[in-house]
Structures are given as C-alpha cells and as structure tokens.
C-alpha cells in the first residue's frame, strides 16, 4: 500500500446488501441453472430480457455512469456486486463487457462531447455497448503492438479484423481502438452497419459469446485521440480485470456452497459422504482460499471505487490470486458431485468453463504476477 493511503473497506454496506437482494431475487427467478442451460440451446448470443430487467427494471446497467446522462452515480463497488451474482448464477448478459468495459472507456473520454455524453445516456438506458478488443486483452496492451489489428485512414474509415471479442454479437455499439493517421484513436460504430462483419466463433465458455469482427470501410465517430485515447482503453480494461475478480468470487463461492449441499446429502457406507475427514479437509482449505479471494477482490472493487493510486497493485493481485481459485473451486466442486459432476444436466460444467475462460480472459494470472513484480520493484516470477 502507498505511504499515505487509507485502508480499504472491505465491508458491505447496506445499500450493497440491498442490491445484491435485489440483483439475487432477479437471477435465482431468472437464470437458474435450467434456464441457462435451455438458453444455451436457443442459439440466442445472451438472454435479452434477463439482460432488460437487469439493466432497466434494476437499473445496474448504469451504476457507474453519472447521473447527469440517466445513470446512478454508483461506483465500482456496486458493480462488484451485481458482478458478484452474475457469477453465482453464470448469467448470459453482457453486463462486464457493456455496463463497465465500455462505460468505464466512454468516461475516459471527454465526456463534454456529444458523441460521447450521448453514447453514455444510451449505455445508462441499456444499450449494449463492446470495446473491440480481444478476450484475453491485457490492461497493458491496447495500441502497443507494432501491427494493429484496426486502421484508421484520414477520414475516419476502419480496416481490420479483431478476433475474440465478447458480447460482440449483443452490441449495438462497438468501441473499437485503432491507429489512426495521428496515432492512437478510439471509435464509435454503430451495428449492424454495411461493411461489418461479425462471425460467431464456439468458446470453452457458452455463456459468454465470442465473435471475429471484421471492418471493410466502416465510417466510426471519433470519441478520443493520442494519450486519452490510450488511457482511456487502458483504464477500461484495468477496471474490467479488478471487478473480472469479483464474477469469480461469486462463481467461486456457488461451487462450494453446491459442493458442501451435495456431500451433506449424497451417503455411502451409511452416513453423508460430507461427514469423512478427506472431503472435509478439501472443503475448508478451498473455504479459506475462497475468504482470500473475496478479500483481493474486495481490495480492488474498494481502489477502483475511491480513485486509489494502488489500483495497478489491487487489479494485479486481484487477478493473480483469484483466477485460480475460481478455476480450483470449479474444479473441486465437478470432482465431489462424482458421476453425477460430469453429466450435461448437473450445471457445474458451466461453471468450470466460465472459470476456465475467465482465468486467461484480460490478462493471465502469469502476465498479472509479472506485472505485480514490475510495480512492487521485485524480480518477476
């Protein structure tokens, strides 16, 4: 922690506590386990009116922007929660991807402007908005390569492909960053529009879609240029991978929940298969990895919330420690259902599979750890 800061609060508040109620109600009514696994099957890229009730009967889809372009003027602590859910209940909504990826890029930019002020009241009402960038996009990436994968020519047309990008076939809007002829840029298009091409790809994941964007000619409006433009991706993919931690938190914390409700009920030799020391023990050390876990994220939902100068240190400690605890969760919670784990009905496998995608998803755990070395001054692992 820097000299000087002041603890985090690791602490809900009541108004959190209200809208993790709320937000939980929704969910267990609307995106239980059959429900997804019947959406999976529609064909349906995310469950459209899950993702209206959250956004507009809830209003999560804008806790983050200001109340002066329709938004609740929440901060990411908030989010965390509704976040929190999402991940107890794998629900197929765009809700990192849109309502803080992109939101969080928007107020990056110079939100006095038009396009932006009226991207921003959209996105507070529900629109979906993607940055269009990869997955598994680091905070440390955007606009570094020596080939980017967008241009931009001198009248603001866009060339290119991007690969992996998630939610992509929900958007109507898409933030796309590219190289434009005085540098670094970032653009709004609007979709479906002539001259985009989305194709579908099949993730590990089938609750959160990925898609290859392809971009012939496609007019965008600009939004930012130079350094805002570069801090402004930046910034949203930073605070999409330390509230990222808090999805696998409450993904973590479903699989032990179900895992110790399965063993406490499931017999052999007479008695609950909960009851012998082995399965015990692997249930209270992945209960403790799980508290650590909510303690990181929690760190960082609190640093991004208060503007923190140890942001980079939270979301890189966040994402180094709780990847793999969402990823050991999973994995221990398929193991201890038996036979019964590895059927497609039991919804476990979701969860190991949005697990799996979320661990390599905005930075590794390896390129968060090494990024952690290079902030903390010591040599990387």
């Not at 709320?22 to 999976?40: C, E, H, N, Q, W």
């Amino acid at each position: 922690m820097t000299a000087g800061t002041p603890a985090s609060d690791l602490l809900y508040g009541e108004t959190e506590d209200d809208l993790r109620a709320a937000v939980r109600a929704l969910l267990a009514a609307r995106s239980d386990p059959a429900t997804v696994l019947a959406d999976l099957e529609s064909g349906r890229a995310c469950d459209t009116g899950l993702w209206d009730a959250l956004a507009n009967g809830i209003g999560a889809a804008g806790l983050l922007i200001p109340e002066e372009f329709g938004g609740a003027g929440a901060s990411a602590r908030e989010a965390a929660v509704v976040l929190e859910e999402t991940g107890r209940s794998v629900a197929r909504v765009p809700y990192l991807s849109s309502a803080v990826i992109a939101a969080t890029a928007l107020l990056g930019c110079d939100t006095g402007r038009q396009p932006v002020a009226g991207l921003l009241t959209r996105l507070a009402a529900g629109t979906v908005a993607v940055l269009a960038v990869p997955l598994p996009t680091a905070p440390d990436q955007p606009f570094r390569t020596a080939q980017p994968t967008v241009r931009a020519d001198s009248v603001g047309t866009l060339h290119g492909t991007v690969t992996s990008v998630a939610d992509a076939a929900c958007a109507a809007v898409l933030l796309v960053p590219a190289d434009g002829p005085d540098g670094p840029a970032l653009y709004a298009v609007e979709v479906p529009a002539v001259g985009v091409a989305t194709t579908a790809l099949t993730p590990l994941d089938l609750t959160r879609p990925l898609a290859t964007l392809t971009l012939d000619g496609v007019a965008g409006t600009p939004l930012a240029t130079g350094e805002r433009a570069v801090a402004a991706v930046r910034g949203a993919l930073t605070a999409g991978a330390g509230l990222l931690a808090s999805e696998q938190l409450g993904l973590a914390e479903w699989c032990l929940s179900t895992a110790v409700a399965h063993t406490g009920t499931r017999t052999q030799f007479g008695r609950p298969v909960g009851s012998f020391q082995a399965l015990k023990h692997r249930m209270a050390a992945l209960w403790l990895d799980i508290a650590s876990a909510r303690a990181a994220a929690r760190h960082a939902a609190d640093a991004l919330a208060t503007g923190s100068p140890d942001v980079p240190v939270a979301v890189a400690v966040a994402q180094a420690y709780c990847a793999p605890v969402a990823v050991r969760a999973a994995e221990e919670c398929l193991q201890l259902h038996g036979g019964t784990g590895m059927t497609w009905e039991h919804p476990v496998h979701l969860f190991l599979k949005r697990a799996k995608s979320d661990e390599s998803a905005l930075g590794a755990p390896g390129r968060h750890r090494a990024a952690l070395a290079e902030l903390v001054e010591l040599p990387a692992p």
